[in-house]
Nanobody, 120 residues
Framework: QVEFVESGGGWVQPGSSLRLSCATS????????IGWFRQAPGKEREGLSC????????YYEDPVKGRFTISRDNRKKMVYLQMNDLKPEDTAVYYC?????????????WGQGTQVTVSS
């Protein structure tokens, strides 16, 4: 079981930025793609972004393209999600987790999540 610990969520006003952090293991970074997804109350899980191993390639879903940026720091065993121009519809619990591939397949492990609330 690969472990993930998300942090960095909070309450912000529309138009603000947040950076989410995901602590994981070298094993996860070496062998899996790492992605972020979110889930809002009453809604289905929504994939957001994904990053592969070296060379790192990044993928974004349309709702966050141009606003969110995923990155990884292998030395620190961290994956980040920089979120800019946040909107009320971005309110959700955000999770990071591992996938066999960014282009197919579901998440096979994820953390407890961090709450992001965007409201005026």
């Amino acid at each position: 079981q690969v472990e993930f610990v998300e942090s960095g969520g909070g309450w912000v006003q529309p138009g603000s930025s947040l950076r989410l952090s995901c602590a994981t293991s070298s094993f996860a970074l070496d062998y899996y793609a790492i992605g972020w997804f979110r889930q809002a109350p009453g809604k289905e899980r929504e994939g957001l972004s994904c990053i592969t191993g070296s060379p790192a390639r990044t993928y974004y879903e349309d709702p966050v393209k141009g606003r969110f940026t995923i990155s990884r720091d292998n030395r620190k065993k961290m994956v980040y999600l920089q979120m800019n121009d946040l909107k009320p519809e971005d309110t959700a619990v955000y999770y990071c987790g591992s996938r066999v591939s960014c282009q197919s397949g579901d998440f096979n492990s994820w953390g407890q999540g961090t709450q992001v609330t965007v409201s005026s």
